[in-house]
């Protein structure tokens, strides 16, 4: 099987991981008392910055994974890796009291719509898609695996 042929679209996943993590990477790195966060003091900015080192790295390994076929386990645990961090990370965001002190607006603070949930959100959904992926490509691993036998 050519590595051409063991390619899907739907590698886009990874590279709509590194475009919900790297702004908030980016900006906790050059100017963390810029974001708009609640109570921070110095523990908090330490604390953004070692994520925003984590989170980078992340970016990084999903830069790199993205154009690798789909069969190659490296890159199955890496989007199983995400799939946990992005579901672990939604909840959170749910759960949490608001912490961002901005609104989307009467109506939707009604509803209970605030950034977090949003945030929040988004994260489900791009755990959601690593899992999406992961069913998608099967067939790739599989052939992969029925033609090494």
Aim: glycine fraction near 6%.
């Amino acid at each position: 099987m050519s590595a051409q042929a063991a390619r899907s679209p739907l590698s886009a996943v990874f590279l709509l991981h590194i475009a919900l993590e790297a702004p908030l990477a980016l900006q906790a790195f050059w100017s963390p008392q810029s974001l708009p966060f609640l109570q921070m003091n110095n523990t908090t900015v330490v604390m953004l910055k070692l994520y925003a080192a984590l989170v980078t790295g992340s970016c990084i390994t999903a830069f790199l994974a993205y154009p690798l076929p789909e069969f190659l386990p490296g890159k199955r645990a890496l989007a199983i890796g995400f799939c946990i961090y992005h579901s672990v990370v939604s909840t959170i965001l749910f759960q949490t009291p608001r912490f961002i002190p901005h609104t989307l607006g009467p109506f939707f603070e009604s509803v209970n719509l605030t950034p977090e949930v949003v945030w929040g959100t988004f994260h489900g959904l791009l755990g959601l898609g690593m899992v999406v992926w992961w069913q998608a490509t099967l067939q790739y691993a599989a052939a992969v695996r029925g033609a090494a036998q």
